[in-house]
């Protein structure tokens, strides 16, 4: 990773996982979508997969994402998805909103393969949108688009949805940091990176 680069020459992917529930020890991944940026603009096809559950689907996570586990019982395994999200977010940036628990779920997935590529890190929207417009960190995604003016209509909650609101909400911020002169990676690092939770 380049840290000493301009922001609109990094390349990142804006990911979002469903789960049956949010601890990893006992929860799975049930969906996984990501969105590929360059810089301020989405580049390349986005991605998205449901993943077969290992765990039930918790009550209150089903009023979220509206999932039912016998909707997705032959959806492939986790396991084979994650070395396709592997692939495409191989030398870029990883992207969420309060990623902390998706990275939990992604870590142990790839300890549970023995894959030779680990992702443990991510920027987090919300802490970006904090600094750049003095607010609340601990805001919804739809709170977060609202401040920043951007509008969406959510056909369905899912995490290829979510993402993709995710990598608007960024773009917008990317380009009201670059309104304040040049900014390198290594800045948005410092304002935003976060690590999985263990």
Do not use: C, W
Request: glycine share 8%; charged share 20%.
């Amino acid at each position: 990773m380049n840290y000493s680069q301009e922001i609109f020459a990094q390349k990142f992917l804006v990911f979002d996982f469903e789960m049956t529930g949010l601890d990893p020890e006992n929860d799975s991944i049930i969906e996984i979508g990501a969105v590929p940026m360059e810089g301020f603009n989405i580049v390349g096809d986005m991605f998205f997969s449901q993943v077969k559950p290992y765990t039930n689907i918790s009550p209150s996570s089903k009023k979220i994402h509206g999932i039912d586990g016998n909707f997705i019982e032959n959806a492939p395994p986790a396991e084979l998805i994650i070395f396709e999200f592997s692939t495409l977010a191989e030398n870029k940036m990883l992207v969420g909103q309060y990623p902390q628990s998706d990275l939990s779920f992604l870590v142990k997935v790839v300890k549970n393969i023995g894959g030779n590529f680990f992702f443990d890190r991510a920027l987090d929207i919300s802490r970006i949108y904090a600094i750049l417009y003095g607010g609340k960190s601990m805001l919804s995604l739809e709170q977060i688009a609202g401040k920043v003016g951007l509008q969406f209509y959510r056909a369905e909650h899912n995490a290829l949805e979510d993402a993709l609101i995710t990598a608007k909400i960024f773009a917008i911020l990317l380009k009201k940091m670059q309104g304040k002169g040049k900014i390198l990676v290594s800045d948005l690092v410092k304002m935003g990176m976060v690590h999985f939770s263990e």
